[in-house]
Structure formats: C-alpha cells, structure tokens
C-alpha cells in the first residue's frame, strides 16, 4: 500500500507557499527565525489553509515531562518555566525532556547516566501490550544514523555500538544528497563493517526506508550530486555481491527515545 501524500504549508519561511514534500518543507524552514509551517491531509486543505492562515485551528500541543536530576528543587515538571526555575543559576545543573511519563519516572529514579546524549522528546506512553510486544533494544548490537543540512543537501553517518555509544565509523559530510540516502549508506557501510568484524551481531536503523531499500538491494532515489550517486552505486554493488546473516531492526524510537548513532542535532 502505498504511502498517503501531505501537504505541508510554509506561512513563514524562506519562499511562502504550498509544498507537497517534507524535505520541500524543511529546505523553506530551516535556519528561518520563527519558521512557520504545518502539514494537512489534502491540497485543498493546505490551499485554503495558506489563504487564511487566521481560520487554522491550531494543534494542541503535546505535553513534555521535564526531568530535573540536578537543580534548585529536583523532580519532574510539566511546564517549562518551571524547569528554567529549578536549573537556572544552579550549579552543574542536569536535566532532560521527555515525552513519556513512565519513561520519564523511570529516568529520575536511574539518574542521568543512562539518558545523556540522546533525545527523549518523540517517546511517548505505550499501553503494557504495546510494551510488550516492543520490548527493550538489544545491547548487543550496533546502530547507525545519518543527518542531512535540508538547506544544501550536505550529508553525513556514523555507526556506534549500542549500549556505550562508542563510535565505530563515521563517514562524510558529503555535499548534495538526503537524508534517506545517508541512513541507506549507514547501513550498508554498518553491514560491510560486522561483515569485514566477522561478527553476527545484529544492527539497529531507525529509518524504514533504508531497511526497504537495503531489503531490494536498490535505493529509490536520483535526486543527488554526483559523490552521493557515486557512493549509493556502490553500496549497491556491494549488496548484490555479498550475503550477511545480521539482522537488522527498526529502532523504536517512540519507545526507546533517539538512537544512539543520532548526531543530536534535532
């Protein structure tokens, strides 16, 4: 089945206008002060939307869970200004957001080592059958991760052990590509490197489209600079002409929080 279109409406943004693509969306918002923008389910709704900006009802706004380990008063707010209050002028302050409740009680009970240099903000709560059938990621693993300037296509990735966070490779920037073809190359490169390790373990994306592309052994894309074809080409021919018995795992970043490859730059 495919993929049902959006339609993304740019108020405020570097050209104004009607887009029918995210990555459209975010080349007009990025690096915009006080970008304005938001998706909607059909033209026509986008269309009258961008008329008439005033007649928008605007989207309710989903609660954070901010954590103070370390501050004035420690605990868990649900107000930012609150939060300011607890870490502003306090010494070595620790804190961190969340968008699950449970997960962000769970985390001021562990303290903050196991919740530093990553992001929480896209959790959210899950019912105990959801939590079961999700279950935790497995430490023995490795992730990887890409990220891309929406501006000027620039592009990079790196592959990390799981549960320590320790680099294993890290490739680019690389000038005019995607953000979908960086997470393809990371994980192809992450297949090659536990290949070359003579290792099984299993490795970890949080990117569907790079599972799906890896899966066919060909990626879906060709709006790129010549470097980035060059390298997608590659990874490619290297997917033809090799087996490996990794598997490899969506991340669930909803449950678990930004995989731990991700460059923190959301």
Request: with cysteine.
């Amino acid at each position: 089945m495919s993929k049902k279109p959006k339609y993304y409406v740019v108020w405020k943004g570097h050209n104004p206008g009607v887009y029918n693509s995210w990555n459209e969306c975010q080349r007009q918002t990025s690096g915009f002060p006080e970008a304005s923008f938001r998706s909607f389910e059909s033209l026509a709704e986008a269309e009258a939307a961008f008329k008439n900006p005033n007649a928008v009802a605007p989207k309710e706004k989903k609660t954070l869970y901010y954590v103070v380990w370390s501050g004035h008063t420690p605990g868990i707010y649900t107000d930012w200004d609150e939060c300011k209050a607890q870490i502003e002028g306090a010494s070595a302050p620790k804190y961190k957001s969340f968008g699950s409740k449970n997960l962000a009680e769970k985390a001021y009970e562990e303290g903050p080592e196991n919740y530093e240099g990553r992001g929480f903000k896209k959790t959210r709560d899950f019912s105990p059958e959801e939590e079961a059938r999700i279950g935790i990621p497995n430490p023995l693993s490795i992730c990887v991760d890409a990220a891309c300037n929406a501006v000027n296509g620039q592009f990079e990735y790196r592959g990390v052990v799981t549960d320590t966070g320790t680099e294993l490779f890290h490739a680019g920037p690389y000038p005019r590509g995607s953000n979908n073809i960086a997470e393809f190359l990371a994980l192809v490169h992450g297949l090659a490197y536990l290949k070359k390790s003579r290792s099984d373990l299993p490795i970890y994306s949080d990117s569907k489209y790079a599972m799906a592309w890896v899966k066919k052994k060909k990626a879906n894309t060709k709006a790129s600079g010549p470097k980035a074809l060059e390298l997608v080409k590659r990874a490619e021919e290297w997917l033809k002409n090799n087996t490996y018995s990794n598997p490899i795992l969506k991340w669930e970043t909803r449950a678990w929080g930004e995989i731990p490859a991700d460059f923190g730059r959301k």
